[in-house]
């Protein structure tokens, strides 16, 4: 074959990034991650990159070197990639040349552009693989889950209590800093992989929010609600799941950009654009994996006190819920009847039930038949 | 074991690796013969029914060959995906059987 013939710069890159999808995948540790992406960016031939990708299991592209095709063939290849761009990254990575292959293929002589109903039958395609359970790990998609969120939990708190402290208080940076302190240690833990200890700092967070205030009536702990939701929350995904270790795993840099963009859009006061952010991502969360509907479903649960505003926001205005006068964004969550309880909690609930649902049904799917080995 | 039944294209697809190993277009070209040009898959359709085959493990990657400098990739059947088959096969033929003889009284009585 052509073992021999060299690789360019974009053929390493391809490589590494292969490698790391591996590694998200949970077929290498971190320390063969970096000695394998460091071999591949130094390999100067097709070999030296096949041997670093040699025992991790297909389907993973042979890497070849493609000769050039001639300009009218190149017009048509060029109108199939553009519609192949709808597909997941990780997914082209792998299937991109053969299923161009394929179309070029399949294109009767003398075809310059794709076609309608082609790029339809495309588009549609990237939706179903985007819907589609990915290979996994073995783990169930719950888990992971918790896991992702023993990460992002902690992230989206801090962010969410920065910016209300330097609302709050904008001229004391000092003030800002004391309150932000706890917050930031359970961040700092979390990321460092330190399970055990997050976990201690999560009861231990918990239990001075319970019963600083001294005496731990209901009333005192529903006015903390949205501090002890996601804090219980956060609780159990670090002592239920693999932990923060397999959450970073999963998680990416572009997810974390995403995550504090959408707390900085939750916690800043224009609802309606914070509102279309969070559904925008929440949906592309959704749509992505079953991973992605749980992660989901936590992420609603954790936000159960606000579950009023949402209602608010969406259902307010066309059936004349209003928010009750006095009612800020650290309420209480049990006050003034159930005229409006029912509604405000109602509406999210269903959503709740309805992706918990999905989810199931995609995770049970998913494991029906073991995956060949 | 009693799963949903199987979508024709999806059928089809198993059908036709039942053959032995095949690539994409292998794959569109047999149902086509298969199906006696009745179904026409794309190619968007096929990866799509071919990803989900492969995540519920009916379907596996044979081998990758470069034909004329385009990555051509090979799928088979497993086992499981031979017993999925089988199943679905039997399903119809009791069904079909079952049909079969109740239209023929139908046309006796008629």
Redesign the interface.
């Known amino acids: ?2 073992d021999h013939f060299r690789t360019s710069d974009a053929d390493r890159d391809r490589a590494a990034a292969l490698l790391r999808d591996h590694f998200a995948a949970g077929h290498l540790t971190p320390e063969e991650l970096d000695a394998r992406v460091a071999a591949a960016l130094n390999a100067k031939t097709f070999g030296g990159l096949r041997c670093v990708l040699a025992d991790l299991p ?2 993973a ?2 890497l ?4 050039r095709m001639p300009p009218e063939a190149g017009r048509l290849e060029r109108g199939y990639r553009r519609l192949l761009f709808f597909y997941p990254a990780r ?1 082209r990575r792998v ?1 991109e ?10 294109a009767p002589e003398g075809k310059r552009r794709p076609g309608i ?2 790029a339809a ?6 939706l ?2 985007r819907c ?4 996994n790990s073995g783990e169930p998609a719950w888990r992971d889950a918790l896991a992702v969120m023993s990460v992002i939990l902690p992230v989206i708190m801090l962010v969410v209590f920065a910016v209300q402290e330097t609302r709050i208080s904008p001229s004391a940076p000092l003030w800002v800093l004391k309150e932000v302190a706890a917050p930031s240690a359970l961040v700092a833990l979390v990321l460092l992989r330190l399970r055990r200890l997050a976990t201690l700092a999560a009861v231990a967070m918990f239990l001075w929010v319970a019963f600083r205030s001294g005496d731990s009536t209901l009333l005192w702990a529903t006015w903390n609600a949205h501090l002890l939701v996601p804090l219980s929350l956060e609780i159990v995904a670090l002592a239920a799941s693999p932990g923060p270790r397999r959450g970073l795993q999963i998680l990416t840099w572009k997810h974390g950009a995403l995550v504090v963009i959408a707390a900085l859009a939750v916690s800043t006061a224009w609802y309606p654009v914070g509102l279309i952010v969070i559904a925008v991502i929440g949906a592309a969360m959704a749509l992505a994996s079953s991973l992605g509907r749980w992660l989901l479903m936590l992420l609603a649960i954790a936000a159960i006190p606000a579950w009023p505003f949402f209602t608010a926001f969406t259902l307010g205005p066309p059936l004349e819920i209003y928010l009750p006068y006095g009612w800020g964004f650290i309420g209480p969550v049990l006050p003034y009847g159930l005229g409006f309880i029912g509604p405000a909690y109602l509406l999210p609930a269903a959503l709740l039930a309805v992706f918990a649902m999905a989810a199931r049904r995609e995770s049970r ?2 494991f ?5 080995s | 074991m009693t799963e949903l039944s199987l979508r024709e294209p999806t059928f089809l697809i198993l059908t036709a690796l039942a053959a032995g190993a095949q690539h994409g277009y292998g794959i569109m070209t047999d149902v086509a013969e298969i199906s006696g040009g009745r179904v026409r898959l794309r190619a968007g359709t096929l990866y799509a029914a071919l990803n989900r085959l492969a995540t519920e493990g009916l379907v596996e990657v044979d081998r990758e060959e470069i034909v004329d400098a385009r990555l051509r990739r090979y799928y088979r059947l497993t086992p499981p995906g031979a017993q999925r088959l089988e199943a679905e096969v039997e399903r119809m033929r009791s069904n079909t059987t079952v049909a079969a003889r109740r239209l023929r009284l139908l046309g006796r009585t008629a």
């Not at chain 1, 040349?97 to 399949?106: G, H, P, Q, S, Y």
């Not at chain 1, 589609?132 to 290979?135: C, D, E």
Request: aromatic share 10%.
């Open positions: 074959m052509d297909v389907p592209p042979v070849q070197y493609v000769s997914y299937h040349e053969e299923m161009l292959a394929v179309l070029v293929t399949a109903a082609e039958d495309l588009i549609w395609g990237a179903r693989v589609q359970p990915s290979h799917r998913s029906q038949f073991p995956p060949a």
